[in-house]
């Protein structure tokens, strides 16, 4: 049973280069969501996707677009990489929305942008 | 919108004891739900306990118990008999119930590092 499976699972970049995290769920759910974790500063949500078609802004949406491919794919791509984006990425899914179901991550993509 | 704090960012315990973490958060809302995940060095993401706000009964799983004080808008996890294993960081985290743009997501705090000495 896979859940969510982040690829890559590391990756360096210069500033300005541009690349997709990938994201996939196994488990039907509706929900998935992308956040970003900064030491001191907990996870923060970047963007997220309540269904299949439809993306939404979070907490720090800028110098991010996501891509909703279908109910199992989830995407983000930083087109201009920046020091600023480096960080720990997660992928997250979860069942009903607004319901006490859990959010279900992946085990991160590590970041660094040089 | 709402808010989580923990002010803690760091405790340590001796095995076999107990440890409190603190969380507070700050919202307008009645109904949420309230969780505490736990971080190991493998960087992966582990619920280990989740409270519903219309439930005045404290959750509990096994050895992991929460004081949750609604009026206070407080949420600590109680770790007893600690354990090498719980060596991680934890975070407490809000989830709101109704509509509009904060429906259905997770707020996290800062997080706690939990030291465990054997």
């Known amino acids: 049973n896979a859940g969510v499976t982040q690829t890559p699972k590391f990756q360096v970049l210069k500033t300005g280069q541009s690349m997709t995290l990938q994201c996939a769920q196994d488990m039907n759910h509706n929900s998935m969501y992308w956040y970003r974790q900064d030491p001191g500063m907990g996870l923060r949500l970047i963007y997220y996707s309540a269904s299949e078609g439809t993306t939404d802004k979070g907490e720090v949406p800028n110098g991010y677009n996501v891509s909703r491919l279908n109910k199992r794919e989830f995407s983000l791509r930083l087109e201009s990489a920046a020091p600023s984006q480096t960080s720990v990425y997660f992928c997250?899914?979860?069942?009903?929305?607004?319901?006490?179901?859990?959010?279900?991550f992946g085990n991160g993509t590590r970041l660094t942008v040089t | 919108a709402q808010t989580v704090t923990q002010s803690q960012p760091e405790m340590s315990v001796q095995e076999a004891e107990t440890v409190t973490l603190s969380c507070t958060y700050d919202?307008?809302?009645?109904?949420?739900?309230l969780f505490w995940y736990k971080q190991p060095p493998s960087r992966q993401m582990i619920l280990v306990i989740r409270q519903e706000a219309y439930k005045q009964q404290n959750a509990t799983e096994n050895r992991f118990s929460v004081n949750f004080q609604k009026a206070a808008k407080s949420f600590s996890l109680k770790i007893s008999d600690s354990q090498l294993g719980d060596a991680a960081m934890y975070f407490c985290?809000?989830?709101?119930?109704?509509?509009?743009?904060?429906?259905?997501?997770?707020?996290f705090g800062q997080g706690t590092i939990l030291t465990v000495h054997p």
């Open positions: 997250a899914s979860s069942g009903p929305r607004g319901g006490n179901s859990p959010l279900h």
């Open positions: 919202t307008s809302e009645s109904d949420y739900y």
């Open positions: 985290a809000y989830r709101s119930t109704s509509g509009g743009t904060s429906y259905g997501k997770l707020t």
